[in-house]
């Protein structure tokens, strides 16, 4: 069957902790129900199981597939601005461009996965003190950007391929990572269980004038700020910080 009932309760979204004093299994949840096309989720797991990397490229082309029928970026002025700005910074397989040496190998990849949402707030003005972690982001869904990555496919990230992805990773994330790894970079993660490609866009900060903005950024495993501004209606570069690395 095509649709499966998944109860998030006992797949997705459950966080599990013991209690010493007590010997027992406290299970927290949302307690909601989703529908989705779990058929993606059993072909990986087969892919993974036989080690068939020509079933795992079936999986990728179906999803590269449904992310050329998506909606391209809102025409509000808003999206267009964070759309540019997004391109202006967005460099998985150049990251010379943040000041790094060049990684040569990361061209191998035939494709990458790119967020459908970004988290955003506009701001009176930009200022090289503000933090991402004391705002409350607003979030941009569908968000479909085009940056210029060669000629590695764009995925976006969509269900059913998105939830399939979260499912097939809670379990041996490790090596289903490397097994991902014939097809797409996945980051380096303390936990194993990312996906989307490097680098990971944590915020946007802009000013009300819409042609300042920073934006923090996690490229591998080190986090970035980078600060632009707009000059003719062309986002540019102006400075990058590091700002920690795990």
């Not at 025409?75 to 998985?92: A, Q």
């Not at 996906?195 to 042609?211: A, R």
Request: proline share 3%; glycine share 2%.
């Amino acid at each position: 069957m095509k649709q499966l009932t998944i109860i998030l309760v006992c797949i997705i979204f459950i966080s599990c902790k013991y209690k010493s004093n007590e010997n027992k299994l406290v299970i927290a949840s949302t307690m909601n129900y989703e529908v989705f096309d779990s058929t993606y989720y059993f072909q990986l797991e087969k892919a993974y199981k036989n080690n068939d990397t020509l079933l795992l490229g079936q999986f990728f082309e179906k999803w590269s597939k449904k992310s050329d029928d998506v909606n391209s970026l809102s025409n509000d002025t808003l999206s267009r601005v964070i759309g540019k700005i997004f391109t202006e910074i967005y460099h998985p397989f150049n990251v010379e461009k943040y000041g790094w040496l060049a990684r040569p190998l990361n061209k191998k990849y035939k494709y990458a996965v790119l967020p459908a949402e970004i988290k955003y707030k506009v701001i009176d003005t930009i200022k090289n003190s503000d933090t991402i972690y004391k705002i409350k982001l607003d979030t941009l869904r569908q968000f479909y950007a085009k940056p210029e990555i060669g000629k590695t496919i764009r995925l976006y990230d969509i269900d059913p391929f998105k939830t399939s992805l979260t499912i097939f990773l809670r379990n041996d994330s490790y090596k289903k990572t490397r097994f991902l790894k014939a097809f797409i970079d996945t980051p380096i993660s303390l936990n194993w269980k990312e996906y989307k490609t490097s680098p990971e866009i944590l915020g946007i900060l802009i000013n009300k004038q819409l042609n300042i903005a920073s934006v923090d950024i996690k490229l591998v495993s080190t986090g970035l700020k980078i600060y632009l501004r707009a000059e003719n209606g062309i986002w540019k570069t102006k400075k990058i910080e590091k700002l920690w690395e795990e």
